[in-house]
């Protein structure tokens, strides 16, 4: 058995990696921010709007993956399942576990509106998109 049969493929250990990188992600775009003296923008509003959009993102990505595993599918994206799986969070979106990606970082977004956080947000929507 390879590294493969050895990662933790739990819906919520990789939902809680996914989270952690958009913090990281986070992070770093605010210190990017702060050293090129770009505009950022605070706001209680966006911070509490950032965190319930990081929560939504959080369970989709969650309720997907275990929606997955439950049916018994591979969650790695190379495979191709034979039939769709329709309800659960699957009735919202085609591909709800991406769909939770993209809302975690739009909600990180929201935390601090600024520049690197939204080009990162874009790099990440558009192939996901595709």
Known sequence: MG????????????TIAY?????????????????LGLPFVE??????????VVAVGFAFRYLALRKLLALERSIQWQ????????NGVFQYSRN????????????????????????VLAAVFIPLNR
Do not use: C, K, Q
Not at 43 to 52: D, E
């Open 3 to 14: 590294i493969r049969g050895r990662v933790n493929t739990s819906p919520s250990g990789l």
């Open 19 to 35: 989270l952690m990188m958009t913090l990281l992600v986070l992070w770093v775009s605010v210190e990017i921010d702060s050293l």
């Open 43 to 52: 706001s209680p509003l966006l911070l509490a709007l950032g965190l319930v």
């Open 79 to 86: 495979h191709v399942p034979r039939t769709l799986a329709e």
């Open 96 to 119: 709800p576990a991406y769909l939770g990606i993209l809302l975690m970082l739009l909600g990180a977004f929201l935390f601090g509106v600024n520049w690197p956080m939204l080009v």
